[in-house]
């Protein structure tokens, strides 16, 4: 039974360019969960989704940032015309249901923009 | 706004020891909570969660929750080098439609 699925793990941009970051939930969860973590930092929720339906982006910065999470394959996090500022671990986390039950996590993705 | 309070640390107890981590949250309606172990580059482990007031243990970490105070802890007994680490505490809430609320984590230090 695979785990969440992140990828790629590392990503390097430079700045101005697109970032795409790619989740798998477990098999059998239809709730995904991205948050960022700034080194030395907690993790800082971003946005929830179904499929097809975001539930939730008040962590989402308002430009740049978009997610969605099609009906067929991963859900995508991306980020456009990346700054330095950027430079990240980002975690997806899926659940069976909604928010009351644990969310297990990925391995993340550490992007860094040049 | 939501919060999940935690004590950054770090905490250091020689092996052996119990290990004692605490949590405090705003939300008074909030039903879940889960404690999550996570090692210096790597992602969150689930470790525990505790939906009702009292003790729930499994193995050597036992978490505590007193929702009166809006507190939760988690008790590491005979602590591990292997132990060492940072421990969050995420919060559920209680509305429909919300993900987990993390508080920034406490850094454990096992000696040994």
């Known amino acids: 039974n695979a785990g969440v699925m992140q990828n790629p793990r590392h990503l390097v941009r430079r700045r101005g360019q697109e970032a795409r970051l790619r989740c798998s939930p477990m098999k059998g969860h239809s709730h995904v969960y991205w948050y960022r973590q700034l080194p030395e930092e907690g993790l800082k929720f971003m946005v929830y989704?179904?499929?097809?339906?975001?539930?939730?982006e008040s962590g989402m910065p308002k430009e740049r940032f978009s997610a969605e999470f099609p009906k067929e394959g991963p859900s995508i996090l991306r980020i456009q015309q990346v700054v330095r500022g950027d430079s990240a671990a980002y975690f997806c986390?899926?659940?069976?249901?909604?928010?009351?039950?644990?969310?297990?996590f990925g391995q993340g993705t550490r992007l860094t923009v040049v | 706004q939501k919060e999940v309070e935690q004590n950054s640390g770090p905490l250091s107890v020689p092996e052996g020891a119990i290990a004692s981590l605490n949590c405090t949250y705003s939300?008074?309606?909030?039903?879940?909570f889960f404690w999550y172990r996570q090692y210096s580059g790597k992602s969150p482990e689930l470790i525990m969660f505790i939906y009702s007031n009292g003790d729930k243990e499994d193995g050597r970490f036992t978490a505590q929750l007193n929702k009166a105070s809006q507190y939760v802890s988690l008790l590491i007994r005979d602590s591990q080098p292997s132990d060492s680490a940072t421990y969050l505490c995420?919060?559920?809430?209680?509305?429909?439609?919300?993900?987990?609320?993390f508080g920034k984590g406490t850094t454990l230090s096992v000696s040994s």
């Open positions: 986390a899926s659940s069976p249901v909604g928010g009351e039950t644990e969310a297990f």
């Open positions: 939300d008074r309606g909030s039903q879940s």
């Open positions: 995420a919060v559920n809430p209680n509305q429909a439609g919300t993900a987990l609320i």
């Open positions: 989704l179904q499929k097809e339906n975001i539930i939730d």
